[in-house]
T-cell receptor, first 113, second 113 residues
């Protein structure tokens, strides 16, 4: 069965510093990958997605992620974070041919002034 | 505006009572989902439906029930058999293939008194 691992439960970073949130998934023949952001007491909002094609994916709010098939990773990056980026970030994967999505346990990003 | 609505936003229940959470979408999506979110555990799938009048159990279906009588509606009932129902519940929908993202509602926070 497909699984997703987010290695860091919390990541503190100073404002204007770069950040990387890590995500690894178990191997599958075909896979679609997503990053979502969740602000307190709200639903999830899509940041970016990888379906096929270029392995570097750009999303909203200056975030990007790189799909690495050999390392089964899909790490999220931002070169310079803002206070407003403080939120919880979820990596998710869907198996090709199914309707189910598997979510990681989330990484809480806290941006410090 | 197209989207997913969940009601109510906050819900309080006495032990032993059943309660129904509402989820409506006007995105014309075929698939709908219910997730439970607890701190540090990410999103866990309760039930999902790929088409009207059909639904499947997710990973934690015990103590929950659903119906899908209309394409736009997917209500979740939390029964008295659910031993620890206090949580944040998220409804989502997708067009019905795995190569697309899910769209999430704002969530309902259920508290058992």
């Amino acid at each position: 069965a497909q699984s997703v691992t987010q290695l860091d439960s919390q990541v503190p970073v100073f404002e204007e510093a770069p950040v990387e949130l890590r995500c690894n998934y178990s191997s599958s023949v075909s896979v679609y990958l997503f990053w979502y952001v969740q602000y307190p007491n709200q639903g999830l909002q899509l940041l970016l997605k990888y379906l096929s094609g270029s392995t570097l994916v750009k999303g909203i709010n200056g975030f990007e992620a790189e799909f690495n098939k050999s390392q089964t990773s899909f790490h999220l990056r931002k070169p310079s974070v803002h206070i407003s980026d403080t939120a919880e970030y979820f990596c998710a994967v869907s198996d090709g041919g199914t309707y189910k999505y598997i979510f990681g346990t989330g990484t809480r990003l806290k941006v410090l002034a | 505006d197209g989207g997913i609505t969940q009601s109510p936003k906050y819900l309080f229940r006495k032990e032993g009572q059943n309660v129904t959470l509402s989820c409506e979408q006007n995105l014309n999506h075929d698939a709908m989902y219910w997730y439970r979110q607890d701190p540090g555990q990410g999103l866990r799938l309760i039930y999902y439906s790929q088409i009207v009048n059909d639904f499947q159990k997710g990973d934690i279906a015990e103590g929950y029930s659903v119906s899908r009588e209309k394409k736009e509606s997917f209500p979740l009932t939390v029964t008295s058999a659910q031993k620890n129902p206090t949580a944040f519940y998220l409804c989502a929908s997708s067009p019905g293939t795995s190569a697309t993202e899910q769209f999430f509602g704002p969530g309902t926070r259920l508290t058992v008194l």
